[in-house]
């Protein structure tokens, strides 16, 4: 399965982002993810660390459920501070390069006054379309008890 990145010239130049990806198959929506270990504590002591572990934790998930990073069609960042989060966006784009590569889906970053953990700067949501195949649903998974 592939995704077509489109990016009309109406739109300008995408850097980073593509504005629109198109594709089928099987639709994986990612939680958003911070920068929590395994124990549920932040690690990173500033953005680039925290967008690493973030961005670590979707490819987790995307992994667990079937998928790539190739398979990923939109992010969402959701960022405490931008100006911060800009001025580092060449380190940012460092990790992104290490851990995803040149794909480059459609993609928002959006500034927030606070995150649900009060210690991360950076969160990622994402939104990924696996090939169609057989469902995975019933092999002892469970929803998480609330």
Same mark, same amino acid.
């Not at 994986?28 to 925290?50: C, K, M, P, R, Y």
């Not at 992010?75 to 040149?102: E, H, P």
């Not at 700067?121 to 990924?128: F, K, P, R, S, Y």
């Given at each position: %399965?592939?995704?077509?990145?489109?990016? !009309?010239?109406?739109?300008? #130049?995408?850097? /980073?982002?593509? =504005?629109? @990806? #198109?594709?089928? /198959?099987?639709? +994986?929506?990612?939680?958003?993810? @911070?920068?929590?270990?395994?124990?549920?504590?932040?690690?990173?002591? $500033?953005?680039?660390?925290?967008?690493?572990?973030?961005?670590?934790?979707?490819? +987790?998930?995307?992994?667990? &459920?079937?998928? @790539?990073?190739? =398979?990923?069609?939109?992010?969402?960042?959701?960022?405490?501070? %931008?100006? $911060?989060?800009?001025?580092?966006?060449? &380190?940012?784009?460092?990790?992104?390069?290490?851990?995803?590569?040149?794909?480059?889906?459609?993609?928002? /970053?959006?500034?927030?006054?606070?995150?649900?953990? &009060?210690?991360?700067?950076?969160? +990622?949501?994402?939104?990924?379309?696996? !090939?169609? #195949?057989?469902?995975?649903?019933?092999? /002892?998974? @469970? =929803?998480?008890?609330?």
């Amino acid at each position: %399965m592939s995704l077509e990145y489109v990016n !009309p010239p109406e739109l300008g #130049v995408p850097s /980073g982002f593509s =504005h629109a @990806t #198109v594709g089928a /198959g099987r639709v +994986v929506f990612l939680a958003g993810q @911070t920068a929590l270990d395994a124990s549920g504590v932040i690690v990173g002591d $500033d953005v680039v660390e925290q967008f690493e572990k973030a961005l670590g934790n979707l490819l +987790v998930a995307l992994a667990a &459920a079937g998928g @790539t990073p190739d =398979h990923l069609a939109s992010l969402t960042i959701y960022i405490v501070d %931008m100006a $911060d989060y800009r001025k580092n966006s060449r &380190a940012i784009g460092a990790v992104w390069r290490r851990l995803i590569g040149d794909n480059y889906p459609a993609m928002a /970053g959006i500034g927030v006054s606070r995150l649900w953990d &009060a210690e991360a700067l950076v969160e +990622v949501q994402g939104l990924a379309l696996l !090939p169609p #195949v057989a469902s995975r649903l019933g092999e /002892g998974r @469970t =929803h998480p008890e609330v």
